[in-house]
């Protein structure tokens, strides 16, 4: 509850500098045209995804970015409708780990939908 609350006032700072809601991403905030989403960390699965992150400089502000493949299995955790047509697509990004992402899903005792799809 406390990673959730650190969120919600990272989006309130944020709307206070002027930033707002994505129109087509309402869960994101537009930043210079690039919607951007932050996520607590209240499960294992989410403390490997920001253990794993990518750091990178984005206009002086160091930047962490969850692979695609953790996004995937945190996508496969949440398990809603949206959740698993955001899988389909990652799934048919040609630069998509599928094997770290059926590692991922093992680690966290996830099915991945390629699991599912080689039965």
């Known amino acids: 509850m406390k990673e959730a ?3 919600l006032a990272e ?3 944020l709307r206070k500098r002027g930033y707002l809601p994505d129109e087509r991403m309402p869960e994101c905030i537009d930043i ?3 919607p951007v989403q932050f996520l ?3 499960n294992k699965l989410l403390d490997d995804a920001l253990a794993h992150a990518v750091s990178f400089d984005y206009d002086g502000v160091t ?4 692979s695609a493949e953790y996004l995937a ?4 955790q ?3 409708a949206k959740d698993k047509l955001r899988v389909q697509s990652f799934l048919s990004l040609e630069r998509f780990d599928r094997k770290r992402f059926a590692e991922i899903c093992a680690e966290h ?3 991945s939908p390629d699991t599912e799809e080689a039965r």
Do not use: C, E, F, W
Not at 63 to 66: D, E, G, H
Not at 73 to 76: N, Q, R
């Open 63 to 66: 930047a962490r970015v969850l």
């Open 5 to 7: 609350l650190k969120v």
């Open 32 to 34: 210079g045209g690039t």
């Open 11 to 13: 989006y309130d700072a």
């Open 73 to 76: 299995a945190i996508s496969v």
């Open 40 to 42: 607590p960390v209240y």
């Open 78 to 80: 949440t398990g809603r």
């Open 109 to 111: 005792g996830l099915v």
